[in-house]
T-cell receptor, first 114, second 116 residues
């Protein structure tokens, strides 16, 4: 059974700093890994999707890496801004028989201090 | 605009009163799914559907029903809601590749359900 862990549960950093969020998973037989952002009381917004054959994906100030063999992914945020404050979730889509479900971590709540 | 919509967004009900949460997507996605989100437990899958008339249980299906009569709609039905079904519910959809893996999943805005 796939398990996804995100540590730390909460993180506060001053504005302008670069930061890294971590995600680990137990079963390396995955299709892809997806990073989401969730604002309080809102839905999930997809940030980056990394296919199992890829090592990283970039979008603007965000860079996500994937090391399937070690079961790890990182989300790098450059030059953080107060608007980056949100909960960040990673989710792994595992190979299975008929169910292409996502297994989610419990998230890292990020606060950028102005 | 490509989107997943859910209704209602907020619902307070009493134990045992049947309710339906609707989900609709306008992206012609084959795959649709329901999740619930609870503090400390993250998002857990309730039911999913690979296409019309094809549905199956996720990790926490007890107390829920679904149907997929049309490609765009995937309603979640609580026949007899109980307080332990108080949660934040999300519907999601995505395309499916011929090999079975899916693409990026799109989420609805969520439905906050309170059962008293």
């Amino acid at each position: 059974k796939q398990e996804v862990t995100q540590i730390p549960a909460a993180l506060s950093v001053p504005e302008g700093e670069n930061l890294v969020l971590n995600c680990s998973f137990t079963d390396s037989a995955i299709y892809n890994l997806q990073w989401f952002r969730q604002d309080p009381g809102k839905g999930l917004t997809s940030l980056l999707l990394i296919q199992s054959s890829q090592r990283e994906q970039t979008s603007g100030r965000l860079n996500a890496s994937l090391d399937k063999s070690s079961g790890r992914s990182t989300l790098y945020i450059a030059a953080s801004q107060p608007g980056d404050s949100a909960t960040y979730l990673c989710a792994v889509q595992s190979r299975g028989f008929g169910n292409e479900k996502l297994t989610f971590g419990t998230g890292t709540r990020l606060t950028i201090i102005p | 605009e490509a989107q997943v919509t859910q209704n209602p967004r907020y619902l307070i009900t009493v134990t045992g009163k049947k309710l339906t949460v609707t989900c609709s997507q306008n992206m012609n996605h084959e795959y649709m799914s329901w999740y619930r989100q609870d503090p400390g437990l993250g998002l857990r899958q309730i039911y999913y559907s690979m296409n019309v008339e094809v549905t199956d249980k996720g990790d926490v299906p007890e107390g829920y029903k679904v149907s997929r009569k049309e490609k765009r709609n995937f309603p979640l039905i609580l026949e007899s809601p109980s307080p332990n079904q108080t949660s934040l519910y999300f519907c999601a959809s995505s395309l499916l590749s011929p090999g079975g893996s899916s693409y990026e999943q799109y989420f609805g805005p969520g439905t906050r359900l309170t059962v008293t």
